[in-house]
């Protein structure tokens, strides 16, 4: 029998009508003695040298935004993703300080507004104004893209812009709005898509991006993970959180699942509903949206204990008056409606207080709890 050029002496014989093709010749013409292509040639350093070519952390956004990193900013609809972005949008803009209460190294911004272009609109001008930021006086500090493309068409407008300015941080908004594939949910769609947004990170500039994205539906604040395949938290360097307690209105950015290099404590944050003079509606009403301000920890305690006190009034009131309605104990205690069906929903998942038909009442944790 004759034999083919890869079956050496030793080998098994190849059984009669199976052939092999010969392995295509690489450029370089490199094979092993088997005819096998070997690759590029590898070389090994010394842990000296490898340790040497350290770069400092370099961070956009202090200390959670690391230049040259691609993130998710996962949250609720009504956590603060959009006005999350828009805020660091100015601040990065501007090398302000006080906008998010962080230290932000000033340089350019590019803002994908794929998902709501009128509504980031409106949020820019009324942060803006509320800010005493000229927005006309930024020039091209702040691009934005408000049409969907392929990450391939946006990296290469960016590169061209970066040519004359370079980038410090790309913001998608968001995810789900800029995906361009049939099924998020696929694992190698949502692998191959978030990949296709890292060169980003490598322009001039080298910029953090940072992609909005939605969690599952009527996820919990342990919950908070890109919505869609698990590839895509494998493809980031981290994902930021956003969670809104429903108790005191604050919002905490952290992050989970997922963080390449230094962790953070949670930064927390508060919204602040504001017009501005040349925002109006075809009526000439103010139009008003939240705008995110940062929170100082003691102002979150504030808030928390407040909150606490706001409970406990609500629990004696209770005991004083078992079995009114809502509206009946708004009267009693002078808290808004609104608040007291909130707080009595929390306060019954605690097992503090039971309700039967539209009647209330404190189960007997709760009237411990005042003890």
């Known amino acids: 029998m004759s034999r083919s050029f890869a079956q050496e002496d030793n080998a098994a014989p ?31 350093r010394t842990a000296g040298v490898f340790v040497r070519e350290y770069v400092p952390l370099k961070y956009v956004i202090e200390p959670m935004l690391r ?5 998710a900013l996962t949250a609720k609809t009504g956590a603060g993703k959009t006005a999350f972005n828009v805020v660091a949008a100015l601040a990065v803009a501007t090398g302000r300080a006080d906008i998010l209460g962080r230290e932000v190294a000033q ?5 994908l507004a794929c998902e709501n272009p009128d509504d980031i609109r409106m949020r820019l001008t009324i942060a803006a104004w509320l800010l005493n930021i000229d927005i006309e006086a930024l020039g091209d500090e702040i691009m934005i893209l408000e049409v969907r493309a ?22 998608v908004d968001t995810l789900a709005a800029f995906f361009d594939g ?16 890292r060169p980003i990170t490598q322009i001039a500039g080298i910029p953090t991006v940072l992609v909005a994205a939605h969690p599952v539906k009527n996820a919990g604040e342990e919950a908070l993970v890109p919505y869609g395949s698990g590839a895509i938290l494998n493809e980031i360097d981290g994902n930021l959180t956003l969670w809104k307690k429903p108790e005191t209105g604050l919002v905490s950015l952290h992050w989970q699942g997922k963080l390449r290099g230094l962790e953070f404590e949670p930064v927390h944050f508060r919204f602040e509903i504001s017009g501005c003079p040349d925002l109006r509606d075809a009526k000439g009403r103010d139009v008003l949206l939240p705008t995110l301000r940062p929170a100082s920890e003691q102002s ?12 406990r009034t609500l629990l004696r009131a209770m005991i004083e008056r078992p079995g009114l309605t809502i509206r009946e104990y708004a009267d009693a205690t002078k808290i808004h409606r ?26 007997a944790k709760g009237r411990k709890a005042l003890e």
């Not at 009669?16 to 088997?34: C, E, I, M, V």
């Not at 590169?159 to 941080?169: D, G, I, T």
Request: glycine share 6%.
């Open 182 to 197: 049939d099924n998020i949910n696929d694992a190698v769609q949502g692998g191959q898509f978030m990949r296709r947004l």
């Open 14 to 44: 190849i059984p009669q009508g199976f052939r092999l093709s010969k392995p295509a010749a690489r450029a370089d013409g490199r094979r092993s003695p088997r005819g096998e292509e070997t690759g590029p040639p590898i070389s090994f």
């Open 107 to 111: 340089g350019r911004v590019a803002y």
């Open 150 to 171: 392929k990450p391939e068409a946006v990296h290469a407008e960016l590169v061209r812009l970066a040519k004359q300015k370079p980038f410090a941080l790309v913001i």
């Open 338 to 363: 609104s608040s007291v069906s909130r707080k009595l929903q929390r306060l019954a998942k605690a097992s503090l207080a039971e309700q039967t038909l539209d009647k209330w009442r404190a189960t």
């Open 300 to 311: 979150a305690d504030d808030r928390q204990q407040a909150e606490a006190d706001t409970d």
């Open 67 to 71: 230049s040259a990193s691609l993130y």
